[in-house]
Nanobody, 123 residues
Framework: QVQLVESGGGLVQPGGSLRLSCAAS????????IGWFRQAPGKEREGVLC????????NYAESVKGRFTISRDNAKNTVWLQMNSLKPEDTAIYYCAAQVGPTCMPQYEPVYWGQGTPVTVSS
């Protein structure tokens, strides 16, 4: 069974950090670019960051530049999203998704999605 499972979300104070994990099962991430997306209450889903199969990252959201980083370990079939200097406007459900092919191409819809992990930034 193909699955992407996110974890690591929670409640954090402004200025704090969280590290989200995206673990794949039932398929290997080696051949997929992986993106992190988020959806805040009442807003449309937006792309955050994406990582190619070779480890190159693509920033989808200007608002996270310099604060969020993405990494992957294909041997562990896992991708991480490191979020630093969190702000209340980062509050959202965060999803990881797998896109067929080695490079990040925001015009193409990912084929696999996780169930999401909630992140709340509040004092």
């Amino acid at each position: 069974q193909v699955q992407l499972v996110e974890s690591g979300g929670g409640l954090v104070q402004p200025g704090g950090s969280l590290r989200l994990s995206c673990a794949a099962s039932g398929f290997t991430l080696d051949y997929y670019a992986i993106g992190w997306f988020r959806q805040a209450p009442g807003k449309e889903r937006e792309g955050v960051l994406c990582i190619s199969t070779s480890g190159g990252s693509t920033n989808y959201a200007e608002s996270v530049k310099g604060r969020f980083t993405i990494s992957r370990d294909n041997a562990k079939n896992t991708v991480w999203l490191q979020m630093n200097s969190l702000k209340p406007e980062d509050t959202a459900i965060y999803y990881c998704a797998a896109q067929v092919g080695p490079t990040c191409m925001p015009q193409y819809e990912p084929v696999y999605w996780g169930q999401g992990t909630p992140v709340t930034v509040s004092s």
